[in-house]
């Protein structure tokens, strides 16, 4: 079964980068629509992007449009997230998941069955 390892989170002042990176442990990883999520403290867990298997669609939340991009390699068993422009509002934890079946929108956490640990990113004002 495919393992989703998070990391690059930690701290940056609003207005500074930061690039997420989510390693799968099987070789299967192009099989594999992947996406990541994010959750606030006292918040749900909330769609942030996703990838489809080629890399060639993605979709990324409103909230993040101009600022997130996702991208994978899979190559290197990869998904990214990179993050410009970061506000004070996304600071959470950032989750990697992955599913079989590629939806053009409206993604919700009950469409993606494998997880990461999350990793966490703090945006500083």
């Known amino acids: 079964q495919l393992q989703l390892v998070e990391s690059g989170g930690g701290l940056v002042q609003a207005g500074g980068s930061l690039r997420l990176s989510c390693v799968a442990s099987s070789r299967t990883f192009g099989s594999y629509v992947m996406g990541w999520f994010r959750q606030a403290p006292r918040e749900e867990r909330e769609f942030v992007a996703a990838?489809?298997?080629?890399?060639?669609?993605?979709d990324v939340t409103d909230s993040v449009k101009g600022r997130f991009t996702i991208s994978r390699d899979n190559a290197k068993n990869t998904v990214y997230l990179q993050m410009n422009s970061l506000e004070p509002e996304d600071t959470g934890i950032y989750y990697c998941?992955?599913?079989?079946?590629?939806?053009?929108?409206?993604?919700?956490?009950?469409?993606?069955?494998?997880w990461g640990q999350g990793t966490q990113v703090t945006v500083s004002s």
């Open positions: 990838i489809v298997w080629s890399g060639a669609s993605t």
């Open positions: 998941a992955a599913t079989t079946v590629w939806k053009r929108s409206a993604w919700a956490e009950s469409d993606f069955g494998l």
